[in-house]
């Protein structure tokens, strides 16, 4: 019987479904491998260096950020927006205009918001965040800007011109793993913290020239010696309203870590930060999905498929839950074992931790809710949203940090994206007459209380489990239990059209 109906909705309109399946899969793969690597970057940082100069380095990280967000002034997206535009109007010299005039006005931005952080540096080391070891290391993370602010650009222009794979391995494999290799080398040689944010620095040298490279040897009209024409009124006005909302996201990803920075030691950032570094992993399926579910519902909504738009909607989801649900768990569940990992003292962060991974499992659980707002023509609604995000998530920081430190800060972050993603659920209800829900959604809920309920009577049986072993093991068994429990309650028909896509992605054809 599932077969037939498997068959049937293939033939009707599965096709969206097996595109996302595929590239979602190939998304996933790559965002795994660079998530595995930071945290490994992050265990060997924490483990040299311990939780108070690990926080002077994540506070200098959070400002080098923010700054970097600025002077991109929403270049890396108005890039994409025309390079792809005059590529395909095979219009060469805008094109090359376009690439260059973001490079440039990029670059010269970036230097100067570096030289102002090097005059900055010892008012906010001593002023503002009270850590004179910041202010050395700031100086040092700051000349990072004029390299990966216009890498990004780089980045984008590959994107523009189709070339997505050579963005992906720069950014989420070559720069990662440059950092690695230059962390392990600067601990190594005994540089320790100062060697770690050369180290930085140096990841995204190597990460700007390797963007280059594939830039010239894949598209090589950049080359030619004919005059460029540079639309650099419409470019930049283009971009400036992406510059705000490229801030509200920036300053939400980073505020507690700011605010944090002014109000508590760099032992409990240290601490904090830590706690933070495992999120991506929840989130990593819904970012694997909206890279391309984005275009999809652009197309679907533009056909006016409003029946096929809403089952794509539900299906995207329902995997989304079902992937991120298991890590959710096993991170809140193991919380202290996971955080001891990146060494003695970390786990005081455990109910941070916890309280943060809530926030993110309600951010994946809503699914592709700000996608589907911008791509069916209402970019002005995210915006607001966005906005009104920084502001509640700047507030809430700045009431509870003072008064309930780390676990303030957490409660926050997770309260503010709870609350704008519920109002983003809202507005696409009201907008579309859409919701991302169907009643299956409850079968991954039912494996994963099933398979929290057999570790747990596993951990308490009182059965022998070696102390190094014990954390994988009971993994395995999470995982395992979580699986085979989903597919007895037995998958949908979309369910089946997307495994078999990702089936075929991997080359496991039946």
């Given amino acids: 019987m599932i077969e037939d109906q498997v068959s049937n909705l293939s033939r009707e309109n599965s096709a969206p479904e097996l595109t996302i399946a595929k590239n979602a899969g190939f998304g996933l793969g790559g965002s795994l491998i660079t998530v595995l690597v930071r945290l490994t970057i992050s265990i060997v940082i924490t483990r040299s260096i311990g939780h108070e100069s690990f926080g002077v380095y994540i506070l200098a990280i959070a400002i080098v950020s923010v700054a970097e967000i600025i002077a991109l002034l929403g270049m890396e997206n108005t890039v994409v927006k025309f390079v792809s535009q005059f590529r395909s109007l095979n219009d060469a010299p805008r094109l090359r205009g376009t690439i260059f005039w973001g490079i440039g006005l990029v670059l010269a931005l970036s230097s100067l918001i570096c030289a102002g952080l090097f005059c900055i540096s010892h008012f906010l080391g001593y002023h503002i965040f009270d850590k004179p070891p910041l202010v050395h290391i700031l100086k040092i993370m700051a000349l990072s800007l004029p390299f990966s602010s216009p890498g990004k650009v780089l980045t984008a222009s590959l ?210 809710v700000g996608f589907m707002l911008m791509m069916t023509g209402r970019p002005f609604a995210d915006l607001l949203n966005s906005g009104l995000l920084c502001v509640i998530n700047v507030l809430l920081n700045i009431y509870l940090i003072p008064r309930y430190g780390i676990v303030g800060a957490a409660c926050a972050s997770a309260f503010s994206i709870t609350a704008i993603q519920l109002l983003r659920l809202v507005e696409v209800w009201y907008f579309l007459r859409m919701h991302p829900y169907r009643w299956d959604f409850l079968k991954p809920v039912f494996s994963g209380l099933f398979a929290v309920v057999m570790v747990t009577m596993i951990s308490h049986s009182g059965m022998s489990i070696a102390g190094m072993f014990r954390l994988p093991i009971l993994v395995t068994l999470f995982l395992l239990s979580y699986v085979g429990f989903l597919w007895l309650l037995k998958l949908s028909p979309e369910d089946h059209i997307v495994l078999n896509g990702l089936r075929r992605k991997l080359g496991y054809l039946d």
């Avoid at 959710?328 to 109910?351: D, E, M, N, V």
């Fill in 159 to 368: 994107q523009g011109i189709k070339l997505v794979k050579y963005k992906a391995l720069v950014q989420q494999v070559l720069i990662p793993f440059f950092r690695l290799v230059c962390v392990v080398s600067a601990i190594a040689l005994g540089y320790r913290l100062t060697g770690i944010a050369w180290s930085y620095v140096m990841a995204e040298v190597l990460g700007i020239m390797c963007s280059g490279y594939f830039l010239f040897k894949s598209f090589p009209e950049i080359r030619q010696k004919s005059p460029s024409i540079y639309e650099a009124r419409k470019i930049t006005f283009f971009s400036l309203p992406l510059l705000f909302s490229g801030m509200f996201n920036r300053i939400v990803a980073r505020a507690d870590i700011l605010i944090m920075g002014h109000y508590l030691s760099a032992t409990m950032v240290g601490i904090y930060g830590v706690a933070r570094r495992c999120l991506p992993l929840i989130i990593m399926p819904l970012g694997a999905f909206n890279s391309i579910f984005a275009p999809v519902i652009s197309d679907l909504f533009a056909r006016k498929k409003k029946k096929d738009l809403e089952t794509q909607f539900k299906t995207v989801a329902k995997w989304v839950f079902m992937t991120s649900l298991p890590i959710f768990t096993l991170l809140t569940f193991f919380s202290k074992q996971i955080l001891s990992i990146f060494g003695p003292g970390f786990a005081a962060g455990s109910l941070s931790m916890m309280i943060l991974c809530i926030g993110q499992m309600v951010n994946a659980a809503t699914g592709s």
